[in-house]
């Protein structure tokens, strides 16, 4: 089990940047696979970024170029650093971790990003 705690959302305007922050409890944070889900208003959650524990990253097409994930174990956070925000990006920014072996999935409350035109 691995708690989530999500920081960095607010309010800004299209082409301004924004740094989320996901501090997580546990001793096993190396292991995880970190990642960044969002959800907009009347859409389904969809999957922005991941890092795993190598350090290799995935994007969703959309974000690739603007948005850089990534992790500092010795802190037990995860960072997803977006630059050149659209208001197409508006939407709760959730962390999760999943476990490599399982695939059991933690998920954090969610922050809100708001991008206005």
């Known amino acids: 089990q691995v708690q989530l705690v999500e920081s960095g959302g607010g309010l800004v305007q299209a082409g301004d940047s924004l740094r989320l922050s996901c501090a997580a409890s546990?001793?096993?944070?190396?292991?995880?696979?970190m990642g960044w889900f969002r959800q907009a208003p009347g859409k389904e959650r969809e999957f922005v970024a991941r890092?795993?524990?190598?350090?290799?990253?995935d994007y969703t097409n959309s974000v690739k170029g603007r948005f850089t994930i990534s992790r500092d174990n010795a802190k037990n956070t995860v960072y997803l650093q977006m630059n050149s925000l659209k208001p197409e990006d508006t939407a709760v920014y959730y962390c999760?971790?999943?476990?490599?072996?399982?695939?059991?999935?933690?998920w954090g409350q969610g922050t809100q990003v708001t991008v206005s035109s």
């Open positions: 890092i795993r524990p190598s350090s290799l990253t």
């Open positions: 546990g001793r096993t944070f190396s292991s995880y696979i």
């Open positions: 999760t971790a999943e476990t490599v072996i399982t695939g059991s999935r933690f």
